[in-house]
């Protein structure tokens, strides 16, 4: 029997790496119901952000391209409108698409092909985080990051992340009602994007009590003298101000306790997406896709946050749950966000999907349906935000990473045998063969002298168009969400029988034929 099409349901954390799931080997922190979609789903164990920042990876995840292809560099680069995205194609194929949370879209477009958003955003959607890489590392203080993050966690009741993450869940656990009280036969797609376990790392005492400080596992690498990191490790300590303050193993242990507490939230609250799923008789046709923008050092090296190629900051978790149509299964080949687009596509046509325009990534359809792994599958990465000063490029393939950014030397590792990225095999003499054929790819993918240029010009206009618009009114391109109070629950326009009736479910019993 042929399956009717399946709702999505597209669950993404914020800042999360897969290294501290279960699902990916964590030992300790609790996530009872992504253990329960990784058991019983397909777990993509490399998976890449295409891009380790939140805005350029955001765009991505929608739009299937890297950033040098749509101007999404870093977190105020305006994402354009005339960009096809994966909601384009599902409401092409019938569905209603909705968001519920963080996208941090820049430009007055905070739609891009979605019917619906239910919250504002968490980040703002201007020019004002613009990077300068003229300044070559300079710290730009009102909006970089700092330490106080990692020097401050502990338990907190509420707080401006909370209370964001507890919203999104409501609201998108009430659209979950919604589609079956009054659209119970149209598929949809939605969107539910968390703002944890981004930093700061402050939790709820529910779940900071999860675990004992002393259970709480130290960096597998220590912090690093700074002539012994790498010529970007190097920045990203510079620019994030890690020098400023001193950090001690309580301190890392503490920052790492509120992270993981973070993440057991963020479980429950996938749990209360499921549970709404389940009651309204959605789960078993809904496909649930959870993954993360980037990923968080947490310590490791002594570095914090992201911005960076390496396993902490770019490895994140994809977990796509659907058993009535995929068997369980664990799948090595690497992949990136950029697939999420035609993944989509052919999610919501049987295998079927045609795209306006080519994209950087691939389906995973034949992967998830069971097809043989390809040793030569690419996952392609390119940063072009703060924390370096020319564009820099990942690629992996099979067991290898390489590294590529024209201000500093190579970087090549053999994730198979060195998990941690402690040899940097580009420095020896039996792999420089490699490392210059893998730099030949690059540049033969990329015109990296173009793209700088680009980016450094783009730079430059929204530095100057961020203080314009600072001055004389000012009009926000924020996400205002559009809620017609007027139309919910009970008004004297409507039949107030028919209201209760209609927002009941399951439906009430018929009780015609109870009538004197």
Not at 134 to 146: G, S, T
Request: proline letters at 7%; one cysteine or more; glycine letters at 6%.
């Amino acid at each position: 029997m042929k399956l009717a099409k399946p709702n999505i349901l597209f669950i993404m954390a914020d800042q999360l790496a897969a290294r501290y799931l279960p699902a990916y080997g964590h030992p300790l922190v609790k996530t009872p119901h992504l253990d329960r979609l990784a058991g019983e789903g397909v777990v993509f164990e490399n998976a890449y952000t295409p891009s380790p920042l939140c805005a350029p990876a955001r765009a991505t995840v929608m739009n299937g391209l890297l950033p040098s292809r749509t101007g999404v560099y870093d977190n105020a680069a305006e994402f354009p409108s005339s960009i096809p995205t994966w909601a384009h194609y599902l409401r092409l194929a019938g569905y209603r698409t909705c968001l519920s949370g963080k996208m941090h879209f820049v430009g007055p477009d905070q739609l891009h092909g979605l019917e619906e958003r239910l919250t504002t955003d968490i980040y703002p959607a201007d020019f004002g985080w613009t990077p300068d890489w003229r300044l070559r590392q300079e710290r730009i203080d009102w909006w970089y990051h700092n330490m106080t993050s990692v020097l401050q966690p502990g338990i907190a009741e509420i707080t401006n992340q909370l209370e964001f993450d507890d919203e999104v869940a409501f609201l998108a656990t009430r659209k979950i009602y919604d589609y079956a009280r009054y659209e119970n036969d149209t598929p949809f797609c939605l969107m539910a994007s968390f703002t944890h376990p981004h930093d700061p790392y402050a939790a709820r005492g529910k779940f900071w009590n999860l675990y004992r400080d002393e259970e709480i596992d130290l960096p597998s690498l220590p912090a690093a003298a700074n002539e012994e990191l790498d010529p970007h490790s190097r920045r990203l300590y510079e620019m994030s101000a890690m020098d400023d303050y001193v950090v001690t193993e309580k301190d890392v242990r503490a920052a790492r306790h509120g992270y993981y507490a973070n993440i057991s939230y963020i479980d429950e609250l996938v749990g209360k997406l499921l549970a709404a799923l389940e009651a309204t008789g959605k789960l078993d046709n809904t496909i649930v896709v959870f993954t993360s923008d980037h990923g968080d050092f947490l310590g490791e090296r002594g570095l914090w946050y992201k911005m960076s190629f390496l396993e902490p900051s770019a490895h994140v978790p994809l977990i796509i749950w659907a058993p009535k149509r995929f068997s369980a299964r664990r799948v090595a080949e690497p992949v990136t966000l950029c697939d999420i687009l035609p993944t989509f596509a052919d999610l919501c046509t049987d295998g079927k999907g045609e795209l306006a325009r080519k994209v950087d990534g691939r389906s995973l359809y034949s992967l998830l349906a069971g097809s043989a792994e390809s040793p030569d599958a690419t996952a392609w990465g390119e940063y072009l935000a703060e924390g370096v000063i020319a564009p820099m490029y990942m690629l992996r393939r099979g067991p290898w990473k390489f590294v590529h950014t024209p201000s500093d030397p190579d970087q090549l590792f053999d994730i198979a045998a060195d998990p941690d990225e402690r040899r940097n095999l580009a420095a020896y003499a039996d792999h420089q063969d490699r490392a210059r054929s893998f730099r030949r790819e690059v540049e033969q993918k990329f015109d990296i002298p173009r793209i700088t240029g680009e980016v450094l010009a783009s730079q430059q206009a929204r530095l100057m168009m961020f203080e314009a618009l600072r001055r004389g009114a000012h009009f926000p391109w924020d996400f205002q969400p559009l809620r017609e109070a007027s139309e919910q629950y009970t008004r004297n326009h409507m039949s107030v029988t028919d209201r209760d009736l209609k927002s009941r479910f399951p439906p009430a019993p018929d009780v015609a034929d109870k009538r004197r």
